[in-house]
């Protein structure tokens, strides 16, 4: 018979391995993404991920830090420097 225990224990590697496909799927997406703006929308929610695989690892101060000092901060840093950053239209270089 099939404890809860074993049950339990199958189910936190399942959601571990969940966890950590997805990070990986958005940390590759930070890399090959073309536009800026999805690049760092991509970075947070892997720093989103990272934070839930330490939480999940009993690391609950670790996740709680990445959530406040790279999430919150650097990641709004971010996002605000490449949105405030003027951009040229067009493709164009027949600009004078």
């Known amino acids: 018979m099939i404890g809860i225990e074993t049950i339990g224990a199958a189910l936190e590697i399942a959601v571990f391995g969940?966890?950590?496909?997805?990070?990986?799927?958005?940390?590759?997406?930070?890399v090959i993404a073309k536009d800026v703006v999805r690049a760092g929308l991509s970075l947070i929610m892997c720093?989103?991920?990272?934070?839930?695989?330490?939480?999940?690892l009993n690391a609950q101060f670790l996740g709680v830090v990445q959530v406040l000092v790279y999430i919150g901060a650097i990641g709004v840093l971010i996002l605000f420097a490449v949105m405030l950053t003027k951009r040229e239209l067009g493709g164009g270089s027949g600009a004078n």
């Not at 969940?18 to 930070?30: D, G, H, K, P, S």
């Not at 720093?47 to 999940?56: E, K």
Request: without cysteine; neutral net charge.
């Open 47 to 56: 720093m989103f991920g990272v934070a839930a695989l330490y939480i999940l």
């Open 18 to 30: 969940l966890l950590a496909v997805v990070t990986v799927f958005f940390a590759i997406f930070v």
